[in-house]
């Protein structure tokens, strides 16, 4: 029955009554490296130094393979691991400690089994005592924007997977946050589920404008969701390429419909061939 | 799989127990077994109906020694098992003690405690509570270990002070565990209580069972062998109900 609900209604791109809030941040990471167990016997030099440079409410992805530091790098920029190397500003502010003008979405959800959709969403609200009407106001407008309403008084286990990766995308929303962290939320997804969140995830962003920095594998997601492209190389991950997505928006479900949209895909792909990442 | 009735599925253990019962009772009367080796359970459900009064008395006495004594080896099993999780520092000091309090016959400590704390209700209780502690801190190491260390980033990126990580995060994630524990300790607690109501008592089950056997009164020992289980029983049933309220999401 839960696979039946999958889908959602259509979303009006129009500012809603609550639609509207804080505008996206901007972000500037500078020479950023980290090194697990640094000092120890044998450190792990997971990531970098790369450079990262995104504009407010701009949607930028980050593509690479497994284990290149792409959640690492989610975790440096949103404050919750430090920077080995390098710095961070979030609006033009250093970063020294995890901040909450962030909203993160993880791969596996990471809802807690033991309080309801709803409670799981208004976490953050009980935790950092924010103003109960005001967050109550936008997880309804979010519930009913990511088409899960009915489904607030449901605990994780009783909702699908699709499902409860929306919860735990209106969790990271609910705050009003000005920037998006989104590690590969879609990857446990199946492929039908994926491309309708993807576009429920791109008309929100639309009537929103936060600033996305979004990890995945998937090249589909990376070029149908993004301004931007950052192709990464493998572990310990650099930037090697950065690529515009020059597509109008909202995109279709089948992304073949542009054929620019092969010629995008085509680059990302030439360029892992080139790192090695396919071998054909 | 068929389905079974909720009423069949009361209905047919109790059958079999009742079943049990009068197998006992045609055994005992066709071989004429003296009462004092075993009666039948006519005799003692008798002798339940006739000693309700001294038997609820000293039920009671018991039960509320097995209560403190439980909760004064859960508190500190839990609290210590979630030191134990959380730092390796407390692993590394804490185990190996709790590991050897674990190896040591503890019913065997009961002398020791009555020449140190005397005929008070403290040796029993403590007793209890020394047997009651262990299986809840294996079972709360495990329930606390168990939680996705990732959690620690969602806890940390929405500002959770320990307190909150504790309450909301870690708490619930390790209750499973924790009630788990709950439900077999519980159910032991009521035999170290009985036991050790042998040693030193004027009042409880087990003093009941030593005044039973200095008169060779074999159905009263069966009587209070029936109150025993029934209290274990009501114990454990209360525990789960309790589970049942403060954790509704296990149901899913």
């Known amino acids: 029955m839960a696979q039946m609900t999958e889908t959602t209604q259509p979303l009006q791109s129009a500012l809603g009554a609550h639609g509207s809030g804080r505008a996206g941040a901007s972000i500037h990471a500078k020479g950023i490296t980290k090194v697990y167990g640094q000092g120890g016997v044998s450190p792990f030099h997971a990531l970098g130094p790369i450079d990262l440079d995104i504009k407010p409410g701009e949607f930028v992805s980050l593509i690479g393979p497994s284990g290149c530091g792409k959640s690492t790098t989610l975790l440096l920029t949103s404050g919750l691991e430090p920077v080995s190397d390098g710095t961070v500003e979030v609006d033009g502010k250093p970063l020294t400690k995890p901040i909450s003008e962030v909203g993160i979405v993880f791969q596996d959800h990471l809802l807690l089994d033991f309080r309801t959709a709803m409670q799981n969403v208004l976490l953050q609200q009980e935790i950092r005592k924010l103003d109960a009407e005001k967050i109550r106001a936008r997880a309804e407008m979010l ?25 735990s995308i209106a969790r990271a929303l609910v705050h009003d946050p000005s920037m998006l962290l989104m590690d590969e939320p879609f990857g446990a997804l199946d492929a039908i589920t994926r491309t309708q ?46 690529i515009k997505i020059d597509l109008p928006r909202p995109r279709p479900a089948h992304l073949g419909e542009y054929p620019e949209f092969s010629k995008y895909a085509e680059r990302i792909y030439k360029i892992f061939a080139k790192l090695g990442v396919y071998k054909f | 799989m068929t389905a ?6 009361v209905l047919e253990p109790i059958l079999w127990f009742a079943g049990l019962l009068l197998l006992w009772q045609l055994l005992v009367r066709a071989f004429d077994v003296p009462i004092f080796v075993l009666p039948a359970p006519t005799d003692f459900l008798a002798d339940i109906v006739e000693e309700r009064q001294r038997l609820f008395y000293h039920g009671l006495i018991t039960t509320k020694l097995i209560l403190i004594g439980f909760v004064a080896g859960a508190v500190p099993g839990v609290v210590l098992a979630y030191l134990i999780a959380k730092f390796r520092i407390a692993e590394r000091i804490l185990y190996p003690i709790v590991i050897f309090i674990q190896g040591l016959p503890k019913v065997t400590l009961a002398p020791l405690m009555l020449v140190w704390f005397g005929f008070s209700d403290l040796p029993k209780v403590l007793l209890t509570a020394l047997i009651t ?37 870690e708490l619930p994630s390790a209750a499973p565990s924790i009630f788990s524990g709950f439900k077999i300790t519980i159910v032991i607690a009521v035999t170290v209580v009985i036991v050790v109501e042998w040693l030193n008592s004027q009042n409880g089950l087990g003093y009941l069972v030593l005044r039973a056997m200095d008169s060779s009164n074999t159905p009263l020992i069966f009587a209070v062998l029936v109150v025993g289980s029934v209290i274990g029983v009501v114990l454990s049933f209360g525990m789960a109900l309790l589970e049942r309220l403060l954790l509704p999401w296990r149901r899913y």
Not at chain 1, 143 to 167: A, C, H, T, W
Not at chain 2, 4 to 9: E, F, G, Q, T
Not at chain 2, 142 to 158: A, C, E, M, N
Request: charged share 25%.
């Open chain 2, 133 to 169: 502690f262990f299986p809840v801190l294996v079972d709360s190491v495990t329930g606390f270990k168990s939680i996705d260390p990732r959690q620690y980033y969602l806890s940390r990126s929405v500002g959770a002070s320990w307190w909150q990580t504790f309450r909301l995060f």
């Open chain 2, 4 to 9: 079974v009735s909720p009423l069949r599925r």
């Open chain 1, 143 to 167: 519930f009913d924007r990511l088409g899960i309403r009915g489904s607030e008084n449901k605990y994780p286990r009783q909702l699908s997977g699709g499902m409860r990766q929306r919860v």
């Open chain 1, 197 to 242: 969140i993807r576009h429920d995830l791109e008309m929100l962003w639309l009537e929103t404008k936060k600033t996305v920095l979004f990890i995945t594998h998937s090249i589909e997601e990376a070029v149908g969701l993004s301004d931007r492209v950052l192709v990464m190389s493998q572990s310990p991950g650099q930037i090697v390429e950065e």
